[in-house]
Nanobody, 118 residues
Framework: QVQLAESGGGSVQAGGSLTLSCAASGRTLSGYNLGWFRQAPGKERELIASINWNTAGTFYPDSVKGRFPISKDNAKNTAYLQMNSLKPEDTAVYYC???????????WGQGTQVTVSS
């Protein structure tokens, strides 16, 4: 059973930066895609970045492209989300998740709160 744990959230002023971490335990992530999602109050959860653990190929939606690069450290079984030029509308709970061969995001972390003040 895979377990994911996010860390690095907090409060920051607009224009600032944060780095989120997602540490995986229980198995290696070979064969998985790891995604970062966020959910703001009253809004649906949205995918903001993903990375293929084998190829390091990445995906970003247009809403955050260029601001939130995703990366990974195979040795630490950990992925990162570097959040730059933060805006108040980036305030949300941020989650990491894994998608395997089934095509579904089957494993989720508990989330970490990010609050951006103007």
């Amino acid at each position: 059973q895979v377990q994911l744990a996010e860390s690095g959230g907090g409060s920051v002023q607009a224009g600032g930066s944060l780095t989120l971490s997602c540490a995986a335990s229980g198995r290696t992530l070979s064969g998985y895609n790891l995604g970062w999602f966020r959910q703001a109050p009253g809004k649906e959860r949205e995918l903001i970045a993903s990375i293929n653990w084998n190829t390091a190929g990445t995906f970003y939606p247009d809403s955050v492209k260029g601001r939130f690069p995703i990366s990974k450290d195979n040795a630490k079984n950990t992925a990162y989300l570097q959040m730059n030029s933060l805006k108040p509308e980036d305030t949300a709970v941020y989650y990491c998740a894994l998608r395997g061969y089934t095509g579904t995001w089957a494993y989720w972390g508990q989330g970490t709160q990010v609050t951006v003040s103007s």
